[in-house]
């Protein structure tokens, strides 16, 4: 039977979010840390995935990880993850 919700991970070393789907790397989100702020730099789904929800699902986790992190904020020089926060605006509170 095949998976057909992304499982994300963050893979801190890389500095990036990790999307599979069925074992297979799907997408990725990059972002870099500075003190207590994030900045997305960078997001990549592979073609094979579009239109799976690949995109949001590493944009929800890694946003709502950030939230739990507390004070933490988000800087997003990534122009997906900018747009997905433009269209959920319950994560603008996040923005540096």
């Known amino acids: 039977m095949s998976e057909t919700t992304p499982q994300v991970r963050d893979e801190a070393d890389a500095q990036r979010w990790v999307a599979e789907i069925d074992g297979e790397v799907a997408g990725y989100a990059e972002y870099t840390r500075d003190g207590s702020t994030v900045t997305f730099t960078h997001t990549v789904v592979d073609d094979a995935f ?3 929800g690949v995109g949001s699902a590493l944009a929800r ?14 800087v997003a020089q990534c122009s997906f993850i900018r747009g997905w926060i433009d269209k959920h605006p319950d994560y603008q509170d996040l923005l540096a």
């Open 50 to 52: 579009e239109g799976r």
């Open 61 to 74: 986790t890694a946003l709502d990880a950030t939230r739990d992190e507390g004070s933490t904020k988000v």
